[in-house]
């Protein structure tokens, strides 16, 4: 499984990017934002997430691990393609998409082409209980076991998660918590 590339743009196209990495190009999915501001030659770094299907295997790239994570989520919902959640990420930070989940705000993906009415009130019912009615989420700093969840999300092994998540210390955000561990991973 691919789930961080690092390399230099070789080639930007309509909604894609190619990536070299060590001599493999990788053409990557990112949102349309993202992609007018790269330029060849440049180096980038990207959290991939790949979608594997039975005519399909495609890499969507994302520039933060909670952007992944919400990716994940939101791909998860039935009738919620990757396309679509790249839209959705492309006007909105994970913690503004989470927001909405919880309050129930279904003009956040409405918004976006392709999605109705009814599958942005699917995607609040089943995320709901992911990001909690209470407003916590799993993008919010809530200790090692936030930390576990983003890195299986990442696709680690759950006991590699759980030993790198015990080696992180300190209060400071997800992002920074996640990092933390991918270095002790890695």
Not at 17 to 35: A, D, H, K, N, R
Not at 125 to 144: I, N, V, Y
Request: glycine content about 12%; hydrophobic content about 40%.
């Amino acid at each position: 499984m691919i789930g961080y590339l690092a390399g230099t743009i070789i080639h930007i196209g309509q909604q894609t990017t190619t990536l070299q990495v060590g001599g493999v190009g990788y053409e990557v999915f990112i949102s349309p934002l993202w992609l007018a501001e790269l330029q060849i030659g440049t180096e980038e770094k990207m959290w991939v997430h790949h979608v594997v299907r039975e005519d399909v295997s495609d890499l969507y790239g994302v520039r933060t691990p909670e952007e992944l994570i919400m990716f994940k989520a939101l791909d998860s919902v039935s009738g919620v393609g990757p396309k679509s959640v790249i839209a959705i990420l492309s006007f909105n930070s994970p913690d503004d998409v989470r927001r909405a989940i919880v309050q129930g705000e279904t003009g956040v993906f409405t918004r976006v082409s392709g999605i109705g009415k009814k599958t942005a009130e699917r995607i609040v019912l089943e995320l709901r209980s992911k990001f909690g009615d209470d407003g916590t989420s799993m993008l919010a700093p809530r200790g090692d076991a936030d930390v576990v969840s983003a890195l299986i999300a990442l696709g680690y092994p759950r006991k590699d998660a759980e030993i790198a998540a015990g080696k992180v210390k300190g209060d400071g955000n997800m992002s920074a918590l996640v990092k933390e561990a991918l270095k002790y991973l890695m």
